[in-house]
Nanobody, 123 residues
């Protein structure tokens, strides 16, 4: 059964750090780009970051560039999102999704999603 499971969410203070994990089962991450999305209450879902499997290229939304780092461990079939210096406006449910190809591109069709993990940034 093809599945993505996020973990690592929780409450974090502004300026702290948190690492989210996206563990895949039922397929190999080696062949697919993986993206992180987030959705805050009352707001539309937005793309946060993407990592290609072809060459490891990474992409970030301007709002998180320089603070978040996406990485992958193919041996563990897991993608990570390291959140450094989070801000209250980063509070959202974070979900990972599998792209349709090894590369990241705008407008990709994401066929498989995890259930999401809540991240709350507050002092």
């Amino acid at each position: 059964q093809l599945q993505l499971v996020e973990s690592g969410g929780g409450l974090v203070q502004p300026g702290g750090s948190l690492r989210l994990s996206c563990a895949a089962s039922g397929f190999t991450l080696d062949y697919y780009a993986i993206s992180w999305f987030r959705q805050a209450p009352g707001k539309e879902r937005e793309g946060v970051s993407c990592i290609s499997s072809s060459d490891g290229s990474t992409y970030y939304a301007d709002s998180v560039k320089g603070r978040f780092i996406i990485s992958r461990d193919n041996a563990k079939n897991t993608v990570y999102l390291q959140m450094n210096s989070p801000r209250p406006e980063d509070t959202a449910v974070y979900s990972c999704a599998r792209g349709s190809s090894p590369i990241c591109f705008r407008g990709d069709a994401y066929s498989h999603w995890g259930q999401g993990t809540q991240v709350t940034v507050s002092s």
